[in-house]
C-alpha cells in the first residue's frame, strides 16, 4: 500500500502529523471510555435459559397465576420451560425469585437480609425488580410486590425487560426498579357482543391470553357487557352463549386478581312506570347473581338510553340494592352522557343538593356536553371521576383523528386498525389528574396498540412513546423487532397526518413493513399484531396510489368537458365518462390490493376479525369491515355520472352547455370572490380553528373536521366543519371591497339533518334564522347587508339550536362562497 502524505511543506507536514497524533489520541481516550462508560451502565447479560423459579409455597390465587403468566409467556417465546422450587436451590444457578413482600424470608434466599434493607416501595400493586450477585452464589433476580396485584404487575415488568429468542432468555444484569402506578384505575372495556369487530368471535382461551396481555402492561380492571345492549340478539361468531361467557370472563379476573366493572346500560322505555323497574330489578339481578365476581356498574346516562336523570337515579338507587344482594361491596357508577343542557344541570343539582350516598361516582365519556374540568367543578368533590376514553372509532367519536384526509374516510371509515400512540398521549394528558384513572371504550382488537398506551401511561404518565412501543414491539412481536416495528407502528400514525394526495412517506411506510415481512419466520408472520400492522401499511399505500390515480383521471375528465364549446356537450360528456370509468376497469396497485385481502382472511383465521361483511359476517360495513370499502370511489365520477345523465335529459345544447360550466367552473366565486372547501385542509383559508387537537382533542371549543357519504354526493359535501354543541362555527374575512355588495352561497351538509342552524354577521346581523338543512343537498344563496363588510371585514358565525343532547353534531358546512356582485 503506498504511503499517504499530507500536503503541503515539510514543517506543515510535522505539525499537521503531530496534531492529527494528538487527534487521534484524544479521540481514542474520549471516546473509549464513553465507550466503556455505555457498557458498564448498560451492563452484562445474563444467561437465564437454566434458571430456577423459586416462590413462596403458599401463594394467593391471583399470586399463582402470576407465576403461571411468567412460566408460559417465557415457554411460548424460547421453548424453554423453566422449573418451579419452593426452596433455595443448591447447585450454584441462576434463580428468579418471586413472591410478595410479606414472604420475602420464605424466598429470597441467602439475599434476604440484604433485600430486607432496601427502603420498601410505596404504594398499592408497586413492586421491585432487581438483580442482586454474591460472591459464592449465581446472580438473582427477584420480583418483590407490594401485594399480589404487586407481584403480578411486577412479573409483567419483567417480561417486557428479557429479551427471549427460540433457545434463549437473558436479562441486563443492572437492572433495579422500583415502582408503583400513578392512577389506581386502569382498565379496559371488552364486550362479548355482535357489534364488536372480533370479540364476538373469541372463545375462553383467547380472553385468557387477551387479558394476560393487558396485564403485563399494568391493566388492572376488565369492563364487561350483559347480554342485552344496544346490539343484535346474536353473533354467528358466538362459541358460548353472552351470559355463559360472560360468567367465565368474569371468573378469569377474579382468578387474576382485577376488578370486574359492568357496562350496564337502562334502554327500557319508561322507567317511571313500577312494572318497567321491577322487570329491570329482575333481569339485572340475575346477572349479578351469576356472576362471581363484580366490583362496579357503570350505568350511562345515554349512549343507549334516554331517561331523564331523577328518574334515572330513582332507579339505579334500586339497583344498587340490587347489586349489593349478591356483591355487598359493588359501587354504582353513572354517566351524564348524551344528556340536554336541561337535564345535565338536572343531574348536577341532584349530586349538589341531595348527594346519593348509594352513588360511587361519576364517569366522564363520549357525548358529555362540557369538558372534564367544567364537570369537575360542577359535582362535588366526594365522587370521584373515572373516564371512559373512547380509543376505537376515527370519526364521529369522542375523539376524532384530527384534520383526517377523506381517502381515508370514505375506506376506513369509523372503525379500522387504529394504532394512534403519539395521539392517544395527548388525550391521556387532556385534563389526566381530573380523573382516578379510566376503563377505554373498545370494540375490538383494532385498538391494541391504544389499549397497551394506556394502560402503560396510566402507571406512569411521563412514559415515553418510543419505549412504549419498543416493550409492545420487543414482547408481542419478537426480541428482534423491538425498534424497527416500533417505528413501523409510529409510521402509520403519520400516514394518517397531512393530505393523503402528496403524503409521499405513506409508500416508506409499506416499504419498511415489506423489509420486516421479507425477513419474517414463518411463525412472525401467523402473529395476529403484525398481521394488523401489514393490512394498514398495505391499506394505506393502496388508497393513496388510487387517490393520485383517480383524481389524475377526474383532471382529464374535466380537459375533456372545458372542450364541450368546441365539440358539443354530448361527446364531451361521453369522452370524460370513458375517461372516469377507467378507475374501475383499469386498476392500479393491483398486487398491494390482493395482500390486502390475504391478510384479511389471515386476521380473521388468527384472531376472528371480521373484515368485511359478505366474506367474514361483520355485523355492519361501519363496524370495521374495511374490505369492503376499498375500492369507494375517491374522485367525483359518482356524481359526475348523475349531473350527466341530468344534462342528457334536456333538450337545448345551450341548457348542456350551461350545466357543464357550472361543473368546470364549480368552486370558481367570480372576481374579488373567494371559495373554501371547509373540510379540505388545503382550501379553508377562512375558517377560524380554534384550540385544536393539541388542547382540545374532544373539539369542544374547536371546529371538527367531520364526514359524511351518501353515494352520489361531490366529494365536497362529504367532509365539512362541525361546531360541536353549543359551539359556534366561525369564518373570518378581510381585505373586502368596502364599496361592493357580497351574497354568501353555502352547502349544508353533514350526518345529521335534524337540527337547525342560523348563521350571523359580526355577531349582531342576521343572515338567516334558524332553518333546517336542504334536502336533498344544494347549494344556497343569501345576501350580506351592505353594512356587514363596511368596514372592510366579515365575520361569519354558525349555530345550532342550543342545549341539544346526544352526540352534539349538526352546525355542518361543507362549502363556502362569498361571491362579490
Known amino acids: 500500500m503506498a504511503e499517504a502524505k499530507l500536503p503541503g511543506s515539510g514543517r506543515t507536514q510535522r505539525i499537521a502529523g503531530a496534531w492529527l497524533s494528538r487527534l487521534l489520541l484524544y479521540c481514542y481516550v474520549v471516546f473509549g471510555v464513553q465507550t466503556a462508560l455505555n457498557s458498564h451502565v448498560q451492563g452484562a447479560e445474563l444467561d437465564l435459559a437454566k434458571a430456577v423459579l423459586v416462590a413462596p409455597p403458599n401463594l394467593s390465587g391471583p399470586e399463582g397465576k402470576a407465576l403461571n403468566l411468567l412460566v408460559e409467556e417465557v415457554q411460548k417465546r424460547t421453548l424453554i420451560r423453566w422449573e418451579v422450587a419452593h ?27 440484604a433485600l430486607a434493607s432496601r427502603p420498601a416501595v410505596k404504594g398499592a400493586e408497586g413492586y421491585r425488580i432487581a438483580v442482586l450477585k454474591a460472591s459464592r452464589a449465581a446472580p438473582a433476580v427477584f420480583v418483590i410486590g407490594n401485594d399480589a396485584r404487586g407481584v403480578l404487575f411486577g412479573v409483567g415488568r419483567l417480561l417486557r425487560e428479557l429479551h427471549m429468542v427460540r433457545g434463549k432468555v437473558t436479562l441486563a444484569d443492572t437492572i433495579d426498579l422500583a415502582t408503583a402506578p400513578k392512577y389506581p384505575l386502569r382498565g379496559h372495556q371488552l364486550g362479548y357482543r355482535p357489534k364488536t369487530n372480533s370479540y364476538d368471535g373469541w372463545n375462553l382461551a383467547l380472553w385468557e391470553q387477551y387479558i394476560r396481555d393487558l396485564v403485563v402492561f399494568g391493566t388492572n380492571a376488565i369492563e364487561l357487557i350483559p347480554p342485552r345492549s344496544d346490539d343484535a340478539a346474536n353473533s354467528p361468531h358466538f362459541p358460548l352463549p353472552q351470559m355463559d361467557m360472560m360468567v367465565g370472563m368474569s371468573k378469569l379476573c377474579a382468578d387474576y386478581g382485577l376488578d370486574v366493572w359492568i357496562w350496564y346500560p337502562a334502554m327500557d322505555r319508561d322507567y317511571a312506570n313500577p312494572q318497567t323497574v321491577a322487570f329491570a330489578l329482575k333481569e339485572w339481578g340475575e346477572v349479578f347473581r351469576k356472576l362471581p365476581r363484580i366490583d362496579a356498574v357503570f350505568v350511562p346516562g345515554g349512549d343507549p338510553g334516554h331517561t331523564r336523570p331523577r328518574v334515572l337515579m330513582a332507579l339505579l338507587e334500586k339497583q344498587t340494592a340490587n347489586l349489593h344482594r349478591y356483591h355487598p361491596k359493588a359501587q354504582m357508577w353513572v354517566s351524564p352522557q348524551s344528556f340536554t343542557q336541561e337535564w345535565l344541570d338536572e343531574f348536577e343539582d341532584i349530586l349538589r343538593k341531595e348527594q346519593p350516598a ?24 366526594k365522587y370521584p371521576i373515572r373516564r371512559y376514553p373512547d380509543i376505537t372509532h376515527s370519526l364521529r367519536c369522542q375523539y376524532p383523528v384530527p384534520d383526517w384526509d377523506l381517502a381515508y374516510a370514505l375506506t376506513l371509515a369509523r372503525e379500522p386498525i387504529n394504532p394512534r400512540p403519539q395521539g392517544e398521549v395527548v388525550i391521556f394528558r387532556a385534563f389526566q389528574d381530573q380523573a382516578i384513572g379510566f376503563i377505554t371504550y373498545s370494540e375490538g382488537c383494532n385498538d391494541d396498540v391504544n389499549k397497551i398506551v394506556w394502560s402503560s401511561l396510566g402507571w406512569n404518565p411521563e412514559a415515553k412513546v418510543p419505549d412504549i412501543l419498543r416493550e409492545y414491539s420487543r414482547y408481542f412481536i419478537g426480541d428482534r423487532y423491538g425498534d424497527d416495528f416500533a417505528h413501523g407502528l409510529l409510521a402509520l400514525e403519520k400516514n394518517w397526518q397531512g393530505p393523503l394526495l402528496t403524503h409521499e412517506s405513506v409508500d416508506t411506510t409499506l416499504q419498511q413493513f415489506q423489509a420486516l415481512e421479507k425477513r419474517a419466520r414463518p411463525q412472525d ?54 375517461i372516469l370509468d377507467r378507475a374501475a376497469t383499469a386498476k392500479v396497485a393491483t398486487d398491494w390490493r390482493a395482500r390486502v385481502f390475504e391478510l384479511a382472511e389471515a386476521l380473521f383465521q388468527s384472531i376472528r376479525m371480521q373484515l368485511s361483511v359478505p366474506r367474514y359476517q361483520a355485523i355492519a360495513v361501519g363496524r370495521g369491515a374495511t374490505l369492503d370499502t376499498v375500492d369507494v370511489p375517491l374522485n367525483n365520477r359518482l356524481w359526475l355520472q348523475q349531473r350527466f345523465a341530468e344534462l342528457r335529459r334536456l333538450e337545448s345544447e345551450a341548457d348542456r352547455l350551461k350545466g357543464i360550466d357550472a361543473i368546470v367552473n364549480w368552486s370558481d366565486p367570480g372576481p374579488g370572490g373567494y371559495y373554501d372547501d371547509l373540510g379540505n385542509l388545503t382550501r379553508q ?6 384550540p385544536g387537537f393539541q388542547k382540545d382533542p374532544a373539539f369542544l371549543q374547536s371546529p371538527l373536521i367531520g364526514f359524511a357519504y351518501f353515494p352520489g354526493w361531490r366529494l365536497s359535501w362529504c367532509r365539512h366543519a362541525d361546531g360541536l354543541n353549543d359551539a359556534p362555527l366561525r369564518m373570518r374575512y378581510t381585505d373586502l371591497d368596502v364599496g361592493a355588495r357580497y351574497k354568501i352561497r353555502v352547502v349544508y351538509a353533514g350526518d345529521t339533518f335534524r337540527p337547525k342552524v342560523r348563521l350571523l354577521a359580526n355577531d349582531t346581523i342576521e343572515i338567516h334564522p334558524f332553518i333546517r338543512k336542504e334536502v336533498p343537498v344544494r347549494p344556497v344563496e343569501f345576501a350580506i347587508p351592505p353594512e356587514a363588510t363596511r368596514n372592510g371585514q366579515l365575520n361569519l358565525t354558525w349555530y345550532q339550536e342550543s342545549g341539544r343532547g346526544g352526540a352534539g353534531r349538526g352546525c355542518q358546512v361543507a362549502e363556502v362562497w362569498l361571491i362579490k356582485k
Open 87 to 113: 426452596t433455595w436451590p443448591a447447585d450454584s444457578v441462576p434463580v428468579i425469585a418471586v413472591g410478595p413482600a410479606a414472604a420475602l424470608k420464605s424466598f429470597a434466599g441467602p439475599f434476604a437480609a
Open 358 to 381: 348509594w352513588l360511587s361516582g361519576v364517569v366522564f365519556g363520549p357525548q358529555v356536553r362540557v369538558s372534564l374540568p367544567e364537570l369537575r367543578k360542577a359535582i362535588p368533590a
Open 525 to 578: 408472520l401467523l402473529n395476529w399484531r403484525f398481521q394488523q400492522a401489514l393490512y394498514r401499511a398495505y391499506y394505506d399505500a393502496y388508497q393513496h396510489r388510487r387517490l393520485i390515480h383517480e383524481t389524475e383521471l377526474e383532471a382529464r375528465a374535466m380537459d375533456k368537458l372545458r372542450a364541450a364549446g368546441q365539440i358539443g356537450a354530448l361527446l364531451a360528456m361521453k369522452e370524460a365518462e370513458a
Open 685 to 690: 383559508p377562512h375558517l377560524v380553528r380554534g
